[in-house]
């Protein structure tokens, strides 16, 4: 069953901007910790950001000042703000809900293409 549908992923220049969403099925519980995370052809998937319910973060030191995860009021939805983006960012990028109890769920995931 589909619990996590992201959106937003485009095509962009250095520098420019976008903004991820990740819709949840239901509601984040309060005991959820959201992530992103992001996976380049032939490289290992990496946490980008990570968010849990009440509102504590975590980046990569990669995107640390330039990318911010926010959960929205109503606790259905996860953004990741990318700013100041590199080609080095170019990557599919897939949110992540893992439950207080270890169960773990990925969406399909989204293309970033950062490139002139």
């Known amino acids: 069953q589909v619990q996590l549908v992201e959106s937003g992923g485009g095509l962009v220049q250095p520098g420019g901007s976008l903004r991820l969403s990740c819709a949840v099925f239901g509601r984040i519980y309060d005991g959820d910790v959201m992530g992103w995370y992001r996976q380049a052809p032939g490289e290992q998937r990496e946490l980008v950001a990570q968010i849990t319910s009440v509102g504590s973060t975590n980046y990569a030191g990669s995107v640390k000042g330039r990318f911010t995860v926010t959960i929205d009021n109503t606790r259905t939805t996860v953004a990741l703000q990318m700013n100041s983006l590199k080609p080095e960012d170019t990557a599919v990028y897939y949110c992540?809900?893992?439950?207080?109890?270890?169960?773990?769920?990925w969406g399909q995931g989204t293309q970033v293409t950062v490139s002139s």
């Open positions: 992540n809900r893992r439950l207080w109890s270890g169960v773990k769920y």
